[in-house]
């Protein structure tokens, strides 16, 4: 926690707007078949918090998570839900105790992210703005 | 019964190490756990934070059995609409055991996204957190609020029905469920609740969350005053089996209403409850107000919050010249049982390793005048209307 907001520290200051890109930038993706416009953050949190299975379209909308060490994946939860780890596994013990539901699939990397969502038009998920290709399609970012 | 737990946890054991090597979502181990250590300074009675026969105070100098638990949930997901979910929670019982209840064992089926029934067994949903009350973790505080959730009717069997539904920015879950339950008293046999029907609204938006509840339940359970009552209905005058039908809780048909809200914008953490208790006739604690009020701040991993909760109590006990050897007795029976409290709590929940938290608090509850407050074993020495300090401490861990 404090180390990262170190590394944030040192990244800003090192950082004079020049060289902004190298500072990850995680966006929200859907497959580009994926006929959903712009979405809103407090819309994505929702999908990814179990409290809406939907798109604004009405269509099923399935999360998909990257692993609990990815960067990316805390990197999305500060900025869209606005939990941090804990709050975030405290979140989904109360889910899962109630016997309401289970958090989102997880993958193990950037590249099954990319596949998974490319190859379901039902998924959403997150990358790196480096890491997306023209199989996918950016909704918001953060 | 420990027998049929031991290998129902077994065979899920034994399912999830031999799904354990495929990665699709077949099957799920997970579970959580509180051990805890509770000192009260009223010596002359037991504080008990639920249905169990005696805690800390005059019966120990620390309690770490009351609020301990181990729970384990085995959830196996046969395909996007179908899944079913066992829970078992050991914890010190109403007998002073400390052994396993079937806590949840229900099958869930998606007919839509976002509607869901479930039927089985399963946690009893009246209040903001009460489905999740036990799993500590996930809960801010070192245990549930007492005034909310001190009762025993943790789980029930029956159904329930769930649909979310956007309206506007806002995420809705729109709750029913119906069915009965029931537990055991430590000293006063079963304590049932028949015939619920209930409902709950949740309203979501951003870092806001809204929660409405109705539950109505037909309620028997046996009441201190039920061997003063016996007397009424010997007494076999019509005004004295009239007396006996009345405060009698059998059947009593009682509602429940609730409103929640929760805050939780990452650093501040707001959580506060409103809850009122009505019977279709006077009877022992047939009027109950209920609420709280927390309000917490994140400071890295430490969230230190306070507390304020008050619980309010009462029944008419005017009965005169119905049996006059008897009436004073049942009034001031009556008015025993009044459990009116105010609470103040400062607590920290302190984040200190993944899956993991350290919790303590700290409590000062002021009785009202006549209230025993819910305190049990109570000793010669008790003065009613007085007041007590607890002090806890719990690490809460999920896995």
Known sequence: MQSSAIRKLIIALACTGACSAAQADVVIVVAANNPVGNMSKDQIAQIFTGKAVAFPDGRKAVPIEQGPTSPTRSEFHVKVTGKDAAQLKAYWSKVIFSGAGQPPREVGSADEMRKAVSSDANAIGYLEKSQIDSSLKVILTP | ?399
């Open chain 2, 1 to 399: 019964m420990k027998h049929r737990i031991r290998s129902l946890a077994l065979a899920l054991m034994a399912c999830g190490a031999a799904s354990s090597h495929a990665d699709d979502n077949t099957f799920k181990l997970s579970g959580f756990g509180t051990l805890a250590a509770t000192h009260s300074t009223e010596a002359n009675a037991d504080f008990v934070s639920r249905n169990v026969p005696n805690g800390p105070g005059h019966s120990r100098e620390w309690d770490t059995l009351m609020d301990s638990k181990l729970g384990l949930q085995g959830d196996i997901r046969f395909n996007d609409q179908l899944s079913v979910a066992v829970q078992a929670i050991a914890f010190k019982r109403y007998d002073n055991g400390f052994y396993p209840d079937i806590t949840a064992a229900h099958v869930r089926y998606e007919a839509y996204p976002g509607l869901a029934v479930r039927v089985g067994r399963m946690a009893m949903p009246i209040y903001l957190v009460s489905d999740y009350r036990r799993a500590g973790y996930a809960l801010p505080w070192f245990s549930p609020p007492v005034e909310f959730y001190g009762n025993g009717f943790f789980h029930y069997d029956g159904a329930d029905l769930t649909w979310k539904t956007p309206l506007g920015e806002w995420a809705m879950t729109t709750q029913a469920y119906t069915g009965h339950s029931k537990f055991r008293n430590p000293d006063r046999g079963f304590f049932s609740a028949n015939q619920i029907f209930g409902a709950a609204v949740t309203a979501e938006k951003g870092d806001h969350t809204l929660r409405a509840s109705i539950t109505n339940a037909k309620m028997k359970v046996t009441s201190t005053i039920d061997p003063l009552l016996a007397a009424y209905r010997t007494a076999a005058t019509s005004a004295s089996v009239a007396v006996a039908d009345n405060y009698a809780v059998n059947d009593l048909s009682t509602t429940f209403v609730s409103l929640g809200y929760m805050y939780t914008p990452g650093d501040w953490l707001v959580m506060a409850e409103l809850g009122k208790t009505h019977t279709e006739r006077e009877a022992l604690l047939a009027e109950q107000t209920l609420g709280y009020i927390t309000i917490g701040y994140r400071l890295g991993s430490v969230t230190p919050y306070v507390t304020l909760a008050r619980r309010d109590t009462s029944t008419a006990n005017s009965v005169q010249g119905v049996v006059p050897s008897l009436d004073a007795s049942l009034n001031s029976a009556i008015a025993a049982g009044d459990v009116s409290q105010t609470r103040t709590s400062l607590g920290a929940r302190w984040d200190f390793m993944t899956n993991v938290a350290f919790k303590t608090q700290f409590d000062h509850v002021n009785l009202d005048s006549g209230s025993a407050g819910g305190l049990v074993n109570r000793q010669p020495g008790f003065t009613r209307g007085g007041s007590y300090n607890l002090l806890s401490v719990a690490v809460d861990f999920v896995f």
